[in-house]
């Protein structure tokens, strides 16, 4: 499997170092979860992986594009923590967004509609985003990654806020098409038990390193 | 009740308070306003003869004829004013292009600005001649200066979270300043532009003064006939006009703030405080909070 990302010898923060990571690639259709104490530079790295923030060094690389190069248009679907949705626009407006974001232009009304569909939205397609619930908004802020298709998705907590019933769902919807587009996603999650459900790999991010030990899911004793 | 009661005296004192004020200009101005006959500052003029009806008789007025021309030069410069200030504030703005677009782009919206309209329209009067277009030209230029900071503070002040997002999808700066920004800031910028019509209405009054139309232009004919009481009489119809926008202004602002929906606008509103829905009732004794 070709490699989605590729980090080497990063180190990310704003003026002084927060993370340091010296090797880490994630393949095409692979899930790798992120975890470890507030503060400590997760959201960070999200952000220095979408391009939003300058790494203070190192190499990284999204779908062959190398930093500060951005990758092409549509590559990276980014959910942040706060969602980054037009409030004042309504659910079908966010979602076309990400639908006019994808790489290829045609059947953006389809795509914007299925996910609307998969994330159980049709009946709040034309309602306000600001009416909506903290979960509800969750999803719409889903629904413009999937609709956009991208190579690369970008989650910081996306599960938060979210009852069971919806997060299983929302998960299933998100796992399938990563493993049916062949994307690769970046979770930051801190339900470890949940993580590691979701995931292929699970990484652990200790005092500013990315654990080199606990690495797989399959011997993560939580 | 007791709710019932202290709006009701509030209403009294300020319509009290409205009768007095008005009682007194009436009085200032030798009934030039107002008097028992009739409105006298909105009679017809003698020349040209006023055809219409006996009950739209007042729009032959030099009152009526400045004031429509004023508002009417307010209008098109709030409209050309914010087709160009829009382009402006958006380039002006740090948060979504870099510092090689944004300082030409504020020194021009900053060079608008730094010239009050009145002289913008001596400028105008001397290029386009006199009447409303020098006027419309002029409160435009100061339109963009203007409502062009406004915008681009507002924007850099909206929140990053959706910008973050649009950028990292990788959208074009013009897809993001179109489908994020506007949206996003819409209500601030509706308000403003609501807020830069009342404005214009203000200062349109002054521009006729140079020749650039408008009310001022009559204003400024009667103070050269030395008629001071009609002066006084069409300063106060500017009052009482700035005054009605002024509240309209207020009232159609007040849906566009983020809590519109929680607290429904309402015209009472533009004169008694808002009503108390949460808190512990109001209590007469000031130890008692």
Redesign the interface.
């Given at each position: 499997m070709p490699a989605v990302v590729r980090l080497e010898n990063l180190e990310v923060g704003f003026r002084s170092t927060l993370l340091s990571i010296e090797k880490l690639e994630i393949s095409s259709g692979e899930i790798l979860a992120i975890t470890g104490p507030s503060g400590i530079g997760k959201t960070s790295l999200l952000?220095t992986i979408?391009?939003?923030l300058r790494p203070i060094s190192g190499l990284v690389q999204v779908d062959g594009v190398r930093s500060p190069e951005?990758?092409?248009?549509?590559?990276?679907?980014?959910?942040?923590q706060?969602?980054?949705?037009?409030?004042?626009?309504s659910v079908w407006?966010n979602v076309m967004?990400?639908s006019?974001?994808a790489r290829s232009s045609s059947d953006s009304k389809e795509r914007a509609i299925n996910s609307i569909i998969a994330m159980g939205l049709e009946e709040k397609k034309y309602e306000s985003v600001?009416?909506l619930s903290g979960g509800q908004q969750r999803r719409v802020?889903i629904a413009?990654t999937l609709a956009?298709r991208?190579k690369l998705i970008?989650a910081d907590e996306f599960l938060s806020e979210l009852d069971e019933k919806t997060s299983m769902k929302v998960t299933k919807a998100v796992t399938n098409y990563v493993s049916a587009s062949g994307a690769a996603m970046i979770l930051v999650e801190h339900d470890i038990a949940r993580a590691k459900e979701i995931s292929d790999r699970l990484l652990i991010i200790d005092d500013g390193r990315l654990n080199p030990f606990i690495t797989d899911t399959s011997i993560l004793e939580v | 009740m007791a709710g019932m009661d202290r709006e009701f005296k509030e209403l009294l004192i300020s319509v009290t308070i409205v009768i007095i004020g008005f009682w007194t200009i009436v009085q200032l101005t030798s009934g030039l306003i107002w008097d028992w006959n009739g409105w006298k500052a909105l009679e017809p003029q003698s020349y040209p003869p006023c055809e219409v009806n006996n009950f739209l008789q007042f729009t032959c007025s030099t009152a009526w004829i400045g004031m429509i021309e004023t508002i009417k030069i307010a209008i098109l410069a709030t409209f050309f004013g914010m087709l160009l200030s829009l382009p402006l504030g958006l380039l002006s703005s740090r948060n979504l292009f870099p510092n090689y677009i944004t300082y030409p782009s504020r020194a021009i919206v900053s060079a608008c600005r730094s010239l009050p309209s009145l002289i913008w329209a001596i400028v105008f009067v001397i290029i386009v001649g006199l009447g409303p277009t020098a006027g419309v030209l002029a409160m435009s230029i100061y339109t963009v200066g203007y409502l062009g900071k406004m915008q681009y503070e507002s924007i850099e002040g909206m929140n990053s979270d959706p910008l973050e997002a649009a950028n990292a999808m990788g959208l074009t700066k013009a897809e993001i300043s179109l489908w994020v920004v506007i949206p996003e800031a819409a209500n601030h910028l509706i308000a403003q532009m609501i807020f830069m019509f009342e404005y214009n209405v203000r200062s349109g009054t002054v521009i006729g003064i140079v020749g650039a139309g408008g009310i001022g232009y009559y204003i400024n004919l009667y103070l050269k006939f030395l008629e001071y009481e009609r002066v006084a009489a069409y300063l106060v119809i500017i009052f009482l006009v700035v005054l009605i926008i002024d509240m309209v202004s207020i009232y159609l602002r007040s849906f566009f703030v983020d809590d519109s929906e929680k607290t429904k606008p309402s015209w009472s509103g533009l004169i008694l405080p808002p009503k108390e829905t949460v808190g512990p009732p109001r209590s007469n004794n000031p130890r008692q909070f």
């Open positions: 952000r979408s391009g939003l951005r990758p092409r248009r549509g590559t990276i679907g980014y959910i942040p706060k969602l980054g949705l037009v409030r004042h626009s407006a967004l990400g006019r974001a600001k009416r802020a413009r956009q991208p970008l | -």
